[in-house]
């Protein structure tokens, strides 16, 4: 009887204890993920736009019309992207380059 009351508490501290780290795994990747899918956004875009949009933050000394969906216009006509919305454009990025890639290599 003893041992099992011991059994069932060291179970519930090591779920406990396995759900904590899948929370912190969880969080770190979040995290990470975030942040590549930024500065993809952040490089790639005025590449592919041939300068015509940027992810904030702005260059320094160009002013913006804040806009409340997240793509905001300079004041020297180029457009500026929220951080949130060129992270989602970057994830974007991400999901679109392999599906890129397994249809010019079943094309090929």
């Known amino acids: 009887m003893p041992g099992e009351i011991v059994g069932g508490v060291i179970e519930v ?3 406990g ?10 969080t770190l990747l979040e995290g990470f993920v ?3 899918c930024y500065f993809t956004a952040r490089w790639l875009l ?3 736009t041939l300068g015509r949009v940027q992810v904030e933050p702005a260059l320094p000394g160009v002013r913006l019309k804040l806009r409340w969906h997240g793509c905001h216009r300079a004041v020297d006509g180029t457009r500026g992207l929220d951080a949130e919305l060129g992270t989602l454009i970057g994830l974007l990025m991400w999901v679109a380059a392999p599906v890129a890639g397994g ?4 094309i090929l």
């Open 13 to 15: 501290l090591i779920r």
């Open 17 to 26: 204890l396995l759900r904590l780290v899948g929370a912190i795994i969880e």
């Open 34 to 36: 975030q942040v590549v």
């Open 46 to 48: 005025p590449v592919l």
């Open 103 to 106: 249809v010019l290599y079943a």
